[in-house]
């Protein structure tokens, strides 16, 4: 019964912003990392972005200074703050946890306008 829910994607032109939410459900989340991936037309899916249940986060170079990962306990939500856009961040955004195994949400759609 595990589940999460991307959204927030869309489209925005180079230089906006976009806040993507992941709403988790059929975990304690407050006891699992969170993670934040991608996948773009014809390449491999990559790691974006990493909190821990200790709040610390970890950021693929690509992303490092623009993106900003957070998560609410309480609302059992991770969020991905993505700033300064790109169109080569134009991709599918995957949530992802691993309890005994790993989940993955649906994917949110997010494409950057030159």
């Known amino acids: 019964q595990v589940q999460l829910v991307e959204s927030g994607g869309g489209l925005v032109q180079a230089g906006g912003s976009l806040r993507l939410s992941c709403a988790a459900s059929g975990i304690i989340f407050s006891t699992n990392a969170m993670n934040w991936y991608r996948q773009a037309p014809g390449k491999q899916r990559e790691f974006v972005a990493q909190?821990?249940?200790?709040?610390?986060?970890n950021y693929a170079d690509s992303v490092k200074g623009r993106f900003a990962i957070s998560r609410d306990n309480l609302k059992k939500t991770v969020y991905l703050q993505m700033n300064s856009l790109k169109p080569e961040d134009t991709a599918v955004y995957y949530c992802?946890?691993?309890?005994?195994?790993?989940?993955w949400g649906q994917g949110t759609q997010v494409t950057v306008s030159s």
């Open positions: 909190i821990t249940t200790h709040n610390n986060t």
């Open positions: 992802h946890t691993r309890t005994w195994r790993d989940y």
